[in-house]
């Protein structure tokens, strides 16, 4: 690549650390049913923070907009790897399964832990994640990852604005189609798939233009890097949280509030060990994804939520979900020195 890029290996890192905190955070209070469950202690406007920050969470779109940016970063240094990381990433997933099914099964049953032959097919490919709801865009990524590279071909020979305007027409086209017709996507997985496949294409798309497009100037660099960083970006999530009530629009604007909170976030200043937690967060959180919702939402949601207050539960549940990706880790990591991969 002809410039040096915006984001490091270590920022990149971060991110994925950043994203993970956000989506445990998300799925312990993402509605006002889950937030009645705990004991909010902070308001504003008579609605409680929780739900405010849930309401500017995205983490999904943060992790396909660093998978666009990684995967071209990728393409350009001639490292087509991608079969063997999706395949690397199921092995993982496939593992967390192997682990929690039979604890499903003891919990709830087995009408949903395994089920029968077809539950079971389409949760061991990730066509359906009924084990797993928070697991819902693994199928769309592995499509991504597979035709990354195809359309970083197409890409390269098309002119920015282009590629700009018909990855965003696609994006727009699939939120409408899903505020019109939710219900039928939901109940048609043949449906569902392909239309998360294009909504997600938008943000993997601006991942890959920020790899080869943007280089941040110096003077803006300097800027960010000072706490004026933060006042932008408390802005922009005052703004995401100011439209919260209107889906569609909301739905818009998230792709271009991710990129802007990405990009503040990893050239703003920041405490150095902060940074490091972040990151060792960032390590995990393939893991930490596959197995919080079991604790969260599964298996273990009554005790979790029996600490009440906010803060506490969502601290309980990075540290249970942080801990068990260890393990998690430890097994994968000998599984692949076994099969060579």
Known sequence: MKNASIFSKGDTLFLKGVAILMMLFLHLFHGEPWISMSNPQIYVNNESLVQLLSNASNPVYIYIYISGYGLYISYCNSRNNNIKRILKLYLKYWLTLIIFVPIGLLMVGSEQYPGNYETIIKNLTGWKTTYNGTLWFLFPYMLLSLSSRFLFKIYDKAKLHIIFVVTFIIHFVCIRIVSLYGEFLYSNQYAYIPEHFFELLFPFTLGMLTAKYLVMKQALRVFLKSWGGYFVLALIVVLVISIRHNQGVSALIYPYYIVAFCLLLVVAKKN??????????????????????????????????????????????????????????????????????
């Open 272 to 341: 150095s060990y902060l940074i490091q937690v972040i990151k060792e967060l960032g390590r995990k959180s393939t893991s930490m994804w596959f197995i919080h919702a079991y604790f969260c939402w599964y298996f273990f949601s009554a005790y979790l939520f029996y600490l009440k207050y906010p803060l506490i539960i969502f601290f309980v549940l990075v540290v249970i979900s942080y801990v068990f990706s260890f393990l998690i880790d430890f097994i994968y990591n000998k599984i692949i020195v076994l099969l060579k991969i």
